[in-house]
């Protein structure tokens, strides 16, 4: 319990820091692929299965999950976004609920991501906990969030290291894009944002601001596809 009251401390005391060092603050990155997060060896994550290893990515599927978000929020920075969405959060996981029940920190925060459509014109972001199994079949409500209820969902998946900054996502966001051309999974990827275009990609955080070592990163880009055509 103290480890995981420390890991909530330490992701609110970055938050409240200097904003220009970004939510994580930003350092060289670098890209993975099948790299186990440490975080999710001490607190919950959600479970999938990988069934495909690409080069520099994977494809996975999640089981049905509950995430809990906060509203779209309309900023020109992921990384303000973040820490605006991860305030309301923090503060609902420490009781700042219906039932004012303290709820466990789990991995990762992520946020959904609606670019706009100029560089100076603010974009849309949602940003989400995932909500713990003991909570998931009845997530207390709390004013100003909701809960997102998952059916079972693939994710073609980026992993990167480092602090997460607003110049290197979309990067690296392009760069999953670039590696899945012309493959099946591409495909599904755009039948599915063609039908539910409001999220271009995710961007999941595993780690407290704290842990300079070992950090991983990813982005999502998440897609329906017919069990059966899934190799």
């Known amino acids: 319990m103290a480890a995981f009251n420390l890991f909530k401390l ?40 990988v069934i495909h290893v690409g080069n520099g990515y994977e494809i996975r599927r999640y089981n049905s999950t509950v995430w809990m978000s906060t509203s779209p929020i309309q900023d020109i920075s992921l990384v303000e976004a973040t820490r605006t969405g991860f305030l309301q959060l923090f503060d609902y996981i420490q009781g700042k609920n219906s039932y004012e029940e303290q709820i466990e920190m789990t991995a990762p925060v992520i946020t959904q991501v609606s670019p706009s459509d100029g560089p100076f014109c603010a974009s849309s972001f949602v940003v989400s906990f995932y909500v713990p199994k003991v909570n998931q079949a009845n997530p ?14 693939y994710a073609a998946v980026r992993q990167f ?3 997460v900054s607003d110049s ?13 051309e012309g493959s099946v999974w591409a495909a599904a990827i755009d039948k599915s944002h063609t039908s539910d275009p409001t999220t271009v990609y995710t961007v999941a955080q595993y780690n407290s601001p704290f842990e300079f070592d070992s950090r991983v990163n990813e982005i999502w880009l998440m897609f329906d596809m017919e069990d059966e055509l899934a190799i």
């Open 10 to 49: 330490s992701l609110l005391l970055s938050l409240l820091s200097d904003s220009k060092l970004g939510l994580w603050s930003s350092e060289t990155s670098k890209s993975t692929v099948g790299t186990f997060p440490p975080s999710c060896s001490r607190i919950e994550c959600p479970s999938y299965e």
């Open 140 to 153: 207390p409500p709390a004013k100003g969030l909701h809960a997102q209820k998952w059916e079972p969902i």
């Open 161 to 163: 290291s480092g602090f």
């Open 168 to 180: 290197d996502v979309g990067e690296e966001a392009a760069a999953l894009q670039a590696s899945l």
